[in-house]
């Protein structure tokens, strides 16, 4: 059997990113479970503010249609996302938005996120780790017709989550990425 192929995508082009961080801890925890992984920057699929003339005029654009043809080589999705005022940030909805957009042959539009395994995780400085980002991404990647696995994780104040050797060092948290990324790989692997 194939290699299972995981794609972990962190919702943040910032320096020093907590999110990026998280993604970056996840991803290794992939490798370590004999995944295929791999962590890509939104910053290498940048994309104008969807606007309907613009798509009119002149298509989805090109980083968008390589984006989900890069979803698509592989059996299931991670997305860390930052919080922005309780809910997910503008480069993360937008990213989904295009994505719902692209039609390539013999599929329905939005078709990539049809059945395909997502697990979500976010991390935050303050105490709620940013759940509320996690409950609006459930629903816009349910709405897409994504499988959400259950299990998810929101890292409460990320900025000190952290060992000297950048291991998770509180064990509920551990817990969490652990229970995630066991799920993402059964879910994906089942229907791989
Ligand atoms: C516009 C804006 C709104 C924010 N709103 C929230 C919020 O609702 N909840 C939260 O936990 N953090 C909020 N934050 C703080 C972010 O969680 C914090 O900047 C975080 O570090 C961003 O993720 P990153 O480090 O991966 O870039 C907000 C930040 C910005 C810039």
């Known amino acids: 059997m194939a290699a299972l192929k995981i794609l972990v995508i962190p919702g943040s082009l910032r320096t ?35 606007d309907g003339d613009l798509q009119t005029k002149s298509g989805v654009p090109k980083n968008a249609v390589d984006l989900k043809r890069m979803i698509a080589t592989h059996h299931g999705v991670l997305i860390v996302t930052p919080e922005y005022n309780s809910s997910v940030p503008p480069l993360v909805k937008n990213t989904i938005d295009w994505l719902s957009r692209v039609h390539d042959a013999n599929e329905d539009r939005g078709q990539i996120f049809r059945g395909r395994p997502f697990a979500i995780a976010a991390a935050s400085r303050n105490r709620l780790g940013g759940a509320r980002a996690l409950a609006a991404l459930r629903l816009i990647l349910s709405a897409c017709h994504a499988l959400v696995v259950p299990n998810q994780l929101a890292l409460a104040f990320a900025d000190e989550a952290y060992d000297d050797r950048d291991r998770l060092k509180h064990s509920p948290d551990v817990e969490a990425l652990t229970a995630m990324v066991r799920q993402l790989i059964d879910v994906s692997q089942r229907l791989m």
């Open 16 to 50: 020093g990113s907590l999110n990026a961080r998280l993604a970056a801890v996840a991803a290794h925890q992939f490798a370590q479970a004999g995944v295929d992984v791999t962590r890509l920057s939104l910053a290498d699929f940048t994309l104008p503010i969807y």
